[in-house]
């Protein structure tokens, strides 16, 4: 049997204890947040893995905004946005950020897309090698021409067909091919030099 819908003052009710926890994990209180995560942690997932189609992937981005939420919660205004309009705000933009960078990472030809995603500190041995290559694509990404970059971005990440790259560009759908052509062949080939660099320097250590 199916349990009755919230009614509004139920909804009001869960509302204010939202606004008082984000008020305690402001103050840092742990078990504020552990609370929250228990109201909010199965409906979060459930989101993010629809939107992702990937449970994996829904598991760490609900890591990510409750890490958020810790860190952030200072910023939540409740005269502005319900708690649960600003959290799930916090994931969609996640949710977001991964399938962009899950684009990119693809379309250039590189492995292990969820390393890329430019996600909070949860464990820092893994976060480190994180952010390292994410920095190394980010400045991969500065280097490109302006025009390889920005046929490179609206293709992977704005997901635009190469006619309508063109057409954005002013130029010729042979021309934008080039320009994609060109910026993966870079990129590849900083990431080949930037993995050969890194096992040189494990051989000189040993």
């Not at 939540?76 to 960078?101: E, Q, S």
């Not at 021309?175 to 320097?201: H, P």
Request: proline fraction near 2%; charge should be positive; aromatic fraction near 4%.
């Amino acid at each position: 049997m199916e349990a009755a819908p919230a009614s509004g003052q139920d909804r009001a009710r869960g509302s204010d204890e939202d606004d008082r926890l984000l008020a305690r994990i402001a103050a840092g209180e742990q078990a504020a947040l552990v609370r929250f995560m228990e109201r909010h942690g199965r409906g979060l997932r459930h989101f993010a893995a629809r939107y992702l189609d990937s449970r994996e992937d829904a598991e760490d981005v609900a890591q990510d905004v409750f890490v958020a939420v810790w860190k952030h919660a200072g910023r939540f205004d409740p005269n502005r946005a319900r708690a649960t309009t600003w959290l799930y705000r916090i994931a969609a933009n996640r949710c977001k950020d991964l399938r962009r960078w899950r684009r990119l990472r693809a379309f250039i030809g590189l492995e292990d897309l969820h390393e890329l995603l430019p996600a909070d500190e949860i464990d820092a041995e893994a976060a480190t090698g994180a952010r390292q290559e994410l920095a190394r694509v980010r400045a991969g990404l500065r280097q490109l021409p302006e025009r390889q970059r920005m046929a490179l971005l609206l293709r992977a990440v704005a997901d635009l067909d190469v006619p309508t790259i063109a057409e954005v560009m002013g130029a010729t759908v042979g021309s934008v091919e080039q320009l994609l052509v060109r910026a993966r062949r870079a990129l590849r080939d900083r990431a080949a030099d930037a993995d050969d660099n890194k096992k040189a320097m494990e051989r000189t250590s040993l």
